[in-house]
């Protein structure tokens, strides 16, 4: 009894499954790359970062997806009441959305629970001054005003010859930070800050206080368009 063929191969799948298995290992290789290069230039950026940032930078992160979720909630809750409320709901929504705007940008005074938060130092630069603005506003601050000049987005923060100057004037040392927002939050960043303050011999106080209304009457001129028209 003769034995059975034996199945040879075709000499064209033999190429073709060479080629499949090298264009997987090159997937693999290429992820496996882009990965690594990925995080190193994470690492990259944050060396030489304060503890104090990278502690507000990973807690901004583990608030941004809460944060995200309920504003989702309140625009669907908002979508909801428009639809169902006629143009009245609609007038009122705009007029609060338009107040809030307003707030957020400066142009209105504002009070609510804060912080007050001095420095007194002499040599600090307007670096050090915007790196205590940015961890406050990373703590959800919604208002901040720097010895009664109103600070927000666009209101620049310079360093001149004679000192810090905000939006052109000049904001000379003690420093008080009226902020306004969540005090729990910015309590914990202003403990934070000032302690680290401490260590540095520029400082010679660096405190801070929290308020059951904080009143920021200080406001930014609103600047006209110039390049966006509408």
């Known amino acids: ?8 191969s075709s000499p064209r799948r033999r190429p073709k499954r060479a080629l499949e298995i090298w264009l997987i290992a090159l997937l693999v290789a290429l992820v496996a790359t882009v990965q690594i290069r990925s995080q190193a230039e994470v690492e990259r ?22 944060a995200l979720s309920a504003e989702a909630a309140d625009l669907a809750q908002r979508k909801a009441a428009l639809q169902t409320g006629g143009s009245s709901a609609a007038d009122q929504e705009l007029s609060a959305e338009a107040n809030r705007l307003r707030a957020i940008e400066g142009l209105v005074p504002v009070h609510g629970p804060g912080i007050v938060v001095i420095v007194d130092a002499s040599g600090l630069q307007a670096l050090d001054l915007q790196d205590a603005i940015n961890n406050l506003a990373a ?25 810090v100057s905000i939006d052109g004037a000049l904001v000379l040392p003690p420093w008080t930070i009226s902020v306004i927002g969540d005090t729990n939050r910015l ?34 001129t609103q600047r006209p368009f110039v390049y966006a028209n509408p």
């Open 1 to 8: 009894m003769s034995a059975p063929p034996r199945r040879v």
């Open 45 to 66: 950026s944050l060396v030489g970062t304060d503890t104090t940032t990278l502690a507000f930078l990973i807690d901004d992160l583990h608030r941004a997806n809460d």
């Open 187 to 220: 309590a914990e960043a202003a403990d934070l800050m000032t302690q680290q303050m401490h260590s540095d011999r520029r400082v010679r106080q660096a405190t801070y206080r929290v308020e059951a209304d904080v009143v920021i009457t200080s406001i930014i």
């Open 139 to 163: 703590a959800g601050a919604e208002a901040i005003a720097v010895n009664d000049h109103r600070v927000a987005m666009g209101v620049a923060v310079v360093q001149t010859p004679n000192g």
